[in-house]
């Protein structure tokens, strides 16, 4: 079983830059891959960025691709989520995901909010 508890949400201005984070617990914790995703109030949950838990390979989706950078510490299982230029329209509730097996995201998070407004 692996738990996500996500952090660094908050209310930011226009241009501002954020870090979230997320800490995973389980025993042992291993898995394929972990990712970000955002769900705006009345849309779809949306793939930010994915990293490879083993190798780092990082993988970027969507309009925020070149705004973002993820990165992971497999040692203390926590992964990041920067974020710059921040935009009133990624306004959202972030989420982060594990992938265990490659065959797609089976945890989640409870999500952080992040507001974008001047």
């Known amino acids: 079983q692996v738990q996500l508890v996500e952090s660094g949400g908050g209310l930011v201005q226009p241009g501002d830059s954020l870090t979230l984070s997320c800490a995973a617990s389980g025993h042992p914790f291993n898995v394929y891959a972990m990712g970000w995703f955002r769900q705006a109030a009345g849309k779809d949950r949306v793939q930010v960025a994915s990293?490879?838990?083993?190798?780092?390979?990082?993988y970027y989706f969507g309009p925020m691709a070149g705004r973002v950078t993820i990165s992971r510490d497999n040692v203390k299982n926590t992964m990041d989520l920067q974020i710059r230029g921040l935009k009133p329209e990624d306004t959202a509730v972030y989420y982060c995901?594990?992938?265990?097996?490659?065959?797609?995201?089976?945890?989640w998070g409870q999500g952080t909010q992040v507001t974008v407004s001047s």
């Open positions: 995901g594990a992938d265990p097996f490659s065959l797609g995201y089976e945890y």
């Open positions: 990293i490879n838990w083993a190798t780092g390979s990082q």
